[in-house]
T-cell receptor, first 116, second 112 residues
Framework: EPEVTQTPSHQVTQMGQEVILRCVPISNHLYFYWYRQILGQKVEFLVSFYNNEISEKSEIFDDQFSVERPDGSNFTLKIRSTKLEDSAMYFC??????????????FGSGTRLTVV | QQPVQSPQAVILREGEDAVINCSSSKALYSVHWYRQKHGEAPVFLMILLKGGEQKGHDKISASFNEKKQQSSLYLTASQLSYSGTYFCGTEYSGAGSYQLTFGKGTKLSVIP
């Protein structure tokens, strides 16, 4: 079964440093997303990406964050000048919106970001 | 605006049934249901697109009441493997939205 792959699985970084989280979505999917989940809490939307540009972003997704699709397969989330409160599990997801009713999101296994 | 899930947590013995509800204050385009086991990614269960729609596979099914802006997930004859946190995710009507908003989740624990 096709998978969404995320790397690294765990990243520890010092406050103020920049991190790049990487994702390889399912190859024929058109829509890509980043979500985050602070430990024990709900899954929060960050940003959606379609046709090489941001479709929507949440209030969380401020100037500290950026996304890129540098080539045909990778989808990255960059967090500049990390803060302690950025510590969370970051999930990448993809979906193929137009294949009918079963366009549920496929989530990657996540990157646990710890800011110290 | 996030959907509201209830209950927050439920404990079942194997074989018992449960209902998890998801309601919204805004008109819904679709409702997704996901299950997340501890330390893992959410896994897609099903999506409901039309008012009155019901879907299911195995012993897990769901309904979507468009007028009431709510959905319910039904787990029958629960198995140990059903344990996890269940999230509903909603897409809102008319927004041309590419955003799925999740509820806070319902933690389901199935015990022998």
């Amino acid at each position: 079964e096709p998978e969404v792959t995320q790397t690294p699985s765990h990243q520890v970084t010092q406050m103020g440093q920049e991190v790049i989280l990487r994702c390889v979505p399912i190859s024929n999917h058109l829509y890509f997303y980043w979500y985050r989940q602070i430990l024990g809490q709900k899954v929060e939307f960050l940003v959606s990406f379609y046709n090489n540009e941001i479709s929507e972003k949440s209030e969380i997704f401020d100037d500290q964050f950026s996304v890129e699709r540098p080539d045909g397969s990778n989808f990255t989330l960059k967090i500049r000048s990390t803060k302690l409160e950025d510590s969370a599990m970051y999930f990448c997801a993809s979906s193929d919106y137009w294949t009918g009713e079963n366009y549920g999101y496929t989530f990657g296994s996540g990157t646990r970001l710890t800011v110290v | 605006q996030q959907p509201v899930q209830s209950p927050q947590a439920v404990i079942l013995r194997e074989g018992e049934d449960a209902v998890i509800n998801c309601s919204s204050s805004k008109a819904l385009y679709s409702v997704h249901w996901y299950r997340q086991k501890h330390g893992e990614a959410p896994v897609f269960l099903m999506i409901l697109l039309k008012g009155g729609e019901q879907k299911g596979h195995d012993k897990i099914s769901a309904s979507f009441n468009e007028k009431k802006q709510q959905s319910s997930l039904y787990l029958t004859a629960s198995q140990l493997s059903y344990s996890g946190t269940y999230f509903c995710g909603t897409e809102y009507s008319g927004a041309g939205s590419y955003q799925l908003t999740f509820g806070k989740g319902t933690k389901l624990s199935v015990i022998p």
